[in-house]
């Protein structure tokens, strides 16, 4: 089975098997509160941490789920993908989020668009992670014949090397998933002055190809 597909099965199983049944436990959870006496406080609190742990996995499962296949790409395209996650992200992590697009029309190749995808979730979510930043700032556009992500925040920063030799699989993830898209990847942050990544991805020979 393609690559594609099976992500998409997966997906679909995540979202639509898994997340339900995790869903309905909390819902049974919920219920069992209910019909418990006044007396059982210690039990109450005991049922509520639990119930508390599986919304949690049910949102951390769907999370997965759209992350294995994010299929508003395959709908909408990058464009209004990345406003979509943008937004969502905003939302869920009480991050404002600032998103700017600059000649970019129409759908391009899937491979780009789902390397650039990636590569702007991980950049704002190691923001969310290590910058200690309350807002960022997410820029798509055309131009020389490719096309330009650029993220960035004005957080703490930090020291590139150090953390490439540390914590650095996000960083990894980013530069891999450029270097496989054909395009090229730099990060730039300074200790007290914000993180800037910037994803590169030339377009001339892609769409050669696909046509």
């Known amino acids: 089975m393609p690559r594609k597909r099976r992500g998409k099965r997966i997906a679909a199983e995540l979202h639509d098997g898994i997340n339900q049944d995790v869903a309905i436990i909390a819902i049974d959870l919920g219920l069992l509160l209910q019909h418990l006496p006044d007396s059982a406080a210690a039990v109450r609190q005991e049922i509520l941490r639990i119930q508390e742990r599986t919304i949690a996995l049910s949102n951390e499962v769907r999370n997965l789920s759209h992350n294995l296949h994010p299929a508003v790409i395959e709908h909408l395209g990058l464009c209004a993908a990345l406003r979509v996650y943008c937004r969502e992200f905003e939302r869920r992590e009480r991050i404002q989020v600032e998103f700017l697009t600059r000649n970019v029309a129409g759908r391009y190749p899937a491979t780009v668009e789902l390397a650039l995808y990636r590569i702007c979730q991980e950049a704002l979510c190691n923001s969310r992670r290590h910058s200690g930043a309350c807002s960022a700032r997410v820029s798509l556009q055309a131009r020389k014949g490719g096309l330009l992500l650029v993220v960035g925040d004005t957080g703490c920063g930090f020291d ?42 030339p377009l001339e020979r892609r769409m050669h190809e696909q046509a």
């Open 160 to 201: 590139i090397p150090a953390r490439a030799k540390g914590d650095g699989m996000g960083l990894m993830s980013m530069w891999e998933r450029a270097r496989l898209a054909g395009g090229d990847l730099v990060i730039r942050s300074q200790l007290n002055a914000g993180t800037e990544v910037e994803a590169f991805i």
